[in-house]
């Protein structure tokens, strides 16, 4: 498996890649240049041990895992995990995806597989905000035992949270994979969240699977055959 390995007293650098076949050049090329690019960022933000000296006998690490979740015969779906440490109260996260078009042989974004991205977006939204409201709202710190004030200000900060993230921008629903059916055809779509984006650090990421009943009506034409869209495919 392809890597990105390097160890000093200051740093700790570990990338690892998936094996890809040569014909999805512009998918591998997309995979390192987003490791350089973290490296790079990573290098930026190391702690100065002359400035910070509390720093001078810790090692930093930089740790990012790219494995692909899904290949079918039209697409392949990487994930991007991994985290950050540069000395900060905690250590950043790393989740990012890409969706490879096997047939145009390039990453393709979300609003690449509709005919209507705006309308598409909504619809994503609202399936998202409803799904991550019944899995986060359930989890109130404390359980029963919190009192009926802290549980309606807990639950009016995370919708707060939910709504806000998941608004239908483009950047709110920029990372998401293809997921894959039963035969060769995708069944659905899982749009990822990063932390912060709709809820505290401390849920970590969160991600919805949407199934493809739920947009199949607004795929483009060129990529209905790839979903498993049942009746919707020949229209």
């Known amino acids: 498996m392809p890597a990105d390995h390097a160890s000093t ?27 350089d690019e973290a490296k790079h960022e990573f290098m ?3 702690p100065d041990p002359q400035k910070l000296p509390q720093f001078a006998d810790r090692q930093m690490l930089l740790k990012i895992d790219f494995s692909v979740a899904a290949r ?11 985290m950050a440490d540069t000395g900060g109260a905690h250590p950043m996260p790393i989740d990012g ?22 309308q598409a977006r909504q619809v994503l939204s609202d399936y998202a905000r409803s799904s991550l409201e019944k899995e986060l709202l359930a989890k109130v710190p404390g359980g029963d035992e919190t009192s009926a004030k802290v549980r309606k200000e807990w639950k009016d900060n ?20 293809v ?3 039963a035969g060769d055809a995708a069944s659905g779509l899982e749009l990822i969240f990063s932390p912060y984006q709709v809820a505290p650090y401390v849920y970590g990421p969160q991600s919805v699977n949407v199934p493809v009943d739920v947009f199949a009506d607004m795929l483009k034409p060129a990529y209905r055959d790839a979903f498993d869209a049942g009746s919707v495919t020949g229209q």
């Open 72 to 82: 079918m015969p039209r697409f392949v779906s990487v994930r991007e995990k991994g």
């Open 179 to 181: 997921l894959a059916g």
């Open 9 to 35: 007293k200051r740093y700790k650098i570990d990338i690892t890649y998936p094996q890809l076949p040569a014909s999805e050049t512009a998918l591998i090329k997309a995979l390192h240049q987003s490791g």
């Open 44 to 46: 930026q933000a190391l």
């Open 158 to 177: 995370m919708r707060n949270m939910i709504d806000g993230g998941t608004q239908p921008t483009q950047q709110n629903f920029s990372e998401f994979v």
């Open 97 to 118: 995806s890409y969706v490879y078009d096997t047939q145009a042989r390039k990453i393709i974004g979300l609003a690449d597989l509709f005919t209507d991205p705006s």
